[in-house]
């Protein structure tokens, strides 16, 4: 069993996942306006990744005992100037996703709440992988530059990312 506030913790979490998501769908949205279509592709994808975690604090909370209280979601930003920003963007929303991460973690720790330490240790290495995915991304870009010919590219190579959830531990 896990305490109250870590609980509510968790709940907040789901939130901010289920937030990432919808911060990613407006960002596939602009990629589609520019009829960048694999961009669009790599976040609708994106959005699919962030269902999965805000979904195994889903799980995790009823396994201990506690329900699930969603909140509304924030409205996200919907106007981009390039393709640079939106991955500068979601390259600093990954690092305050990591901090968020890493606060629960700093609690789990706190309460020697040893099975959440165990939950958020899958947290910690998926979000090297996520921080790791955006700045590759953005640093592509940058070299590329915004509307050269490598972006038809990687357009062309984003179109074919598919979801493949993790495999249970
Ligand atoms: Fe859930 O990792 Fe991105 O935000």
């Not at 279509?37 to 604090?57: D, L, P, T």
């Not at 909140?71 to 106007?79: C, F, I, Y």
């Not at 040893?114 to 700045?135: F, K, R």
Request: aromatic letters at 12%; charged letters at 25%.
């Amino acid at each position: 069993m896990i305490s109250n506030k870590m609980a509510a913790k968790i709940n907040e979490q789901i939130k901010n996942e289920l937030y990432s998501g919808h911060y990613y769908v407006s960002m596939a949205a602009y990629c589609a306006s520019l009829d960048l279509q694999g961009f669009s592709n790599f976040f609708i994808i994106q959005e699919q990744e962030e269902r999965f975690h805000a979904m195994k604090f889903f799980h995790y909370l009823y396994e201990q005992g506690h329900d699930v209280k969603l909140t509304g979601l924030d409205q996200p930003k919907t106007e981009f100037a390039s393709l640079e920003e939106v991955f500068d963007l979601a390259w600093k929303h990954e690092q305050h996703v990591t901090s968020l991460i890493n606060g629960l973690m700093d609690l789990a720790i706190e309460e020697r709440d040893y099975a959440t330490q165990n939950l958020l240790q899958w947290y910690i290495g998926e979000q090297v992988e996520e921080e790791a995915t955006m700045s590759g991304l953005l640093k592509k870009i940058q070299q590329m530059g915004d509307r050269g010919a490598g972006i038809y590219m990687m357009d062309k190579e984003l179109a074919a990312r598919t979801f493949t959830p993790p495999a249970a531990e």
